[in-house]
């Protein structure tokens, strides 16, 4: 048999090199020193994108705001974009009021703010004034002699009128007699005397009766003529009336709708006003005082269908009293009729669906209007027609205001109100994906929004973003009233937020789970009547975490442990190797070893993986295999073909298996299996490979190292045991406690790797060495692989000739 060569010794990583600590610099003891800090530190390119899209004004440059993480994220932009416009120009009231041409479409009326509130109190005092002083001018004694004086001229004429009637009756034979309810009865007359009763007409002669009957005929066609000019009399008097009351009630106006124009200097509102003044004069009735005596039908009054006054009300749909700067709102529930309002409808006395100007509401998009209004689009496009709406008011920049039924089979709102013209500016947060996907689908939406804003996930260590954490900190305790935390506490955080970055030279640039951890740690403080919030805080919450999370871990690590899972730990297999997984459950994210197993035969149908062919694998883990299939080729094809039928498999695995991390692991069972020289079990693999069998970062490499030694901690930690990385990994290193102590104690080792051949032969104690080099691993695949194929040349040869049983035979 050949001798095999040794393989030098295998370099590991001490515990210098693993250990990882962050130290301030700039000396403070506790945050209680440190000022407060913007939540938005080291993203330098999403805040100019922010700053230009704050300063664009038009053009549809509104914002779209990804990679914001935490359930404050709109109010933490609410306060940044609001500490940006304090001192932009306050925007104006917007208003609606009665239109006195076109009721059905109330007026929209735009006014310096802090108008829309006074416009509406100066209309009330108006008509409680009117309300109280016309009645007391109406019985004014110039106004009773002047309508005394109107009287008895009409009566003068009144009575010419009657005297006129009485005069032609007689000469037509007739007396006029006043009748029961002001009826007026024609009495004929027979030399001078009036006829009694209808026996002493009845005795006439016939010729009487018909010359009586003709001058009465004759009589009331005169009668007609005068009663119509009565009537025009009295219209008349009631038309001079009713200019007297007008006259009076003018006077006691014209200086109150005066000084409201001087107090609200506007066009519009006088324009508005002019009519309110003509409706007051032409509407006098409504504010004069009910008549003393009592009605008998008192039991059952008259009933105005609406308010009289209604009309004079002024709606204050926007409303910038108490703004100051431009608006800055947060929609937190961005519903159709939050964002655009409605037209609400009641039911009235009678039982009808009523609505009127005063019941216009409006949405959070115009009460921003000359602001800016933030949202998340992620809810806004799941509700019923908001996504619709808002592209079509940003591209008109104009609002509709109507009634909102979406189930409704009908409308019944009969109000049309003037749209209004907005300047709003919206700031929408959402997902990247959701914004690519927009901006391929969504003609319009890249019109509308033309700015995106990008913060990123991470931010570099330096000084200026390591204080950063410690201001968080000190922000959040003043502001919740939390205790202060030391500094070794705040670098405790600091390194809670590397090893969420995953990155030695980063740190997440996310306040928002900093924050989480913070308050769970003040927690425990005060559960220990801590004045202070220690480190050991923060790794209590830090411990109490995994503790409420890892039941899943622990029950598969005792799966393991018990034998129900298999997982060798020790000695050597062939065609086996421990790959490394990570699994995330809820949020929780722990690593797990993994039997990768690997046959080989002759054959022609190359590398088969099982995963894939029983549908478990993702795309990525599929061309993690196919590259093995290229390494191959590229390593051992150069002078003979590759005759070979392969399959991978991750053993006891039944759920999908994504990613590439685990190809190096199936590359070393693959090579064992065709060498049959066997691999080390006491080691764990991760990592990616290239056909150049370069070895690749990975991710999550802190998790599967820490899942592959609590495995050998549980089971016996024997000093043997470690795991294989890509080297590039070394700066994502940011291990427990506990696994650096057992490097420290030389009870487990972290091997780094740059090439497949340096964990070939940690794994089997043998040089990889060169194709052709005697004695090394590839020398021992490259052998192997040709016998495969003369094997198959020669069975194929021997099958064309007969030879063999003939009942099995390999088909490409």
Known sequence: MEKLKTASRPRTLGP????????????????????????????????????????????????FVSGLAGSERLHALQRWVASRVASAPTPGDWVYVHNFQYPDAPRAVYLRARQGVQLKQLLRNLI????????????????????????????????????????????????????????????????GKVLQSPEEFSRLSEQERKDIDRRQHELMAEMSQLTNKQRDLIRQMEEDIRLVERRFCDNLLTPLIGAIE????????????????????????????????????AMFPMVREQDPFLEYEVNVIVDNSNTGGAPVLVEMSP?????????????????????NFTRIKSGSVLRAHGGYLVLSLEDAL???????????????????????????????????????????????????????????????????????????????????????????????????????????????????GARQAGDREKLLASCAEVSDLAREAAYWARKEDGQRV???????????????????????????????????????????????????????????????????????????????ESHLSGNIHDKGVLILSGYLRNRYGQDKPLALSASLCFEQSYSGIEGDSASSAELYALLSRISNIPLRQDIGVTGSVNQWGEVQ???????????????????????????????????????????????SEGKFNVYPVRHIDE???????????????????????????????????????????GEGNGHFQERS
């Open 697 to 743: 970062a990975v991710g999550g490499v802190n998790e599967k190292i820490e899942g592959f030694f609590d495995v050998c901690r549980v089971k016996g930690l024997t000093g043997d045991q470690g795991v294989i990385i890509p080297a590039a990994n070394i700066r994502n290193l940011i291990l427990k406690p506990e696994v650096l102590q057992a490097v």
């Open 534 to 612: 220690s480190a050991r805080h923060v790794e209590q919450a830090l411990q109490n975490r995994v503790f409420r999370s890892n039941r899943i871990e622990e029950e598969v690590r005792e799966l393991i442990t018990n034998g129900t899972i298999l997982v060798d730990i020790e000695g050597k297999r062939v065609g086996q190797a421990n790959g490394l997984s990570v699994l995330e459950i809820g949020g929780y994210t722990f690593g797990r070893p993994a039997r990768v197993t690997a046959s080989v035969a002759m054959g022609q149908a190359g590398i088969i993986n099982i995963e894939r």
């Open 262 to 297: 001087r107090e609200i200097d506007n066009a519009e509102v006088t324009a508005y006003l002019g009519e309110v003044r003509e409706h007051i004069l032409d509407n006098l009735d409504d504010f004069k005082e009910a008549p003393a005596a009592p009605s008998p039908f």
């Open 335 to 355: 519903s159709y009729l939050n964002l655009f309002g409605t037209i609400e409808r009641v039911v009235d006395r009678f039982g009808r669906v009523v609505t």
């Open 759 to 801: 964990g070939v032969e940690i794994l089997t104690g043998i040089r990889a060495g060169e194709i052709g080099e005697e004695g090394t691993v590839n020398e021992a695949v490259t052998r192997r692989l040709r016998e495969l194929a003369l094997g198959l040349k020669a069975f194929a040869v021997s099958g064309e000739r």
């Open 128 to 191: 409680k004034t009117l309300k109280e002083d016309l009645p007391k001018a109406f019985r004014q004694e110039a106004f009773d002699k002047e309508k005394a004086q109107l009287r008895e001229r009409y009566g003068n004429r009144a009575q010419e009128l009657n005297a006129q009637l009485d005069r032609l009756a007689r000469e037509k034979g007739f007396l006029v007699q006043g009748g029961p309810g002001g009826n007026v009865i024609i009495v004929p007359l027979i030399d």
């Open 16 to 63: 210098e090199e693993l250990r990882f600590a962050v130290k301030y610099d700039s000396g403070f003891a506790t945050t209680e020193e440190l000022l407060p800090e913007d939540e938005f530190v080291g993203q330098e390119r999403a805040l100019a994108a922010l700053e230009l899209g704050l300063g664009v004004a038009g053009g549809r440059f509104n914002i």
């Open 382 to 496: 799941t509700e019923p027609a908001v996504w619709k709406t808002l592209r079509r008011t940003l591209r008109s920049r104009r609002i509709e205001m109507e009634t909102y039924e979406p189930f409704a089979l009908f409308s019944a709102s009969g109000l049309k109100p003037e749209p209004v013209d907005i300047s709003t500016k919206v700031i929408v947060v959402g997902s990247p994906l959701l914004y690519h996907l927009l901006y391929v689908w969504d003609e319009e939406f890249r019109e509308i929004f033309k700015v995106r804003a990008d913060f990123r996930p991470l931010m570099e260590i330096e000084e200026s973003h390591l204080l950063a954490y410690g201001r968080w900190v000190a922000k959040l305790c003043q502001e919740e009233g939390l205790p202060h935390f030391e500094r070794v506490a705040v670098e405790r955080l600091l390194e809670f």
